[in-house]
């Protein structure tokens, strides 16, 4: 997560490109810093037969994303989706969680710094697992032979 959170935020926004796009997403793209409006970026998703346009926000932060920048990213998002996601390398408070979920409202999925270490994991991006096989020898056992 050091490492993540140490990106510059273009690249942060660009690593969320690759994990959507390693994910399944088609068509990704981030959007230029200076006009995003609140956009970092779309994708399509195809699921089966059908297909949803999905706009993503990313949040390098420390701590919690509050209920805030969730409605902002909501008020961004209206009508030019299906879908909304915030990615973050920190957490999200109670209150952005019940409102990414408020019924009502465009339903917006968030995914926190634990879940994108998992993603980035599963997906092999920037990390390689390694299985140590460690070999304990019994004395005892060779000693009786």
């Known amino acids: 997560m050091d490492a993540v959170r140490g990106m510059a935020p273009d690249a942060f926004e660009r690593l969320a490109q690759r994990l959507l796009r390693e994910a399944g997403f088609v068509q990704v793209t ?14 399509m998703l195809r699921v089966n037969l059908i297909s949803f346009q999905v706009l993503f926000q990313c949040k390098r932060y420390q701590g919690a994303v509050g209920a805030g920048a969730v409605r902002d990213f909501r008020g961004a998002m209206a009508g ?30 968030l995914i926190d710094g634990d879940e994108l270490c998992d993603l980035l994991n599963r997906h092999q991006l920037g990390v390689t697992t390694r299985t140590v096989e460690q070999v304990d020898i019994n004395p005892t056992w060779f000693a009786h032979v």
Do not use: H, W, Y
């Open 30 to 43: 981030v959007t230029q810093r200076s006009n995003d409006g609140g956009i970092d970026g779309m994708g």
């Open 80 to 109: 030019r989706c299906d879908k909304g996601l915030i990615l973050t390398t920190g957490t999200f408070s109670p209150e952005a969680k019940r409102e990414a979920s408020r019924d009502g409202a465009d339903a917006i999925d």
